[in-house]
């Protein structure tokens, strides 16, 4: 269950690292 706790809230590290992951500005 830790993954779909990090995937409803995920650490500012972790927004930044899916924001570059996925290519999307909407954590920026």
Known sequence: MKV???RIYPTPD?????????????FV
């Open 4 to 6: 779909v706790k990090l």
């Open 14 to 26: 972790q927004e930044v690292a899916l924001a570059k992951a996925f290519g999307c500005c909407r």
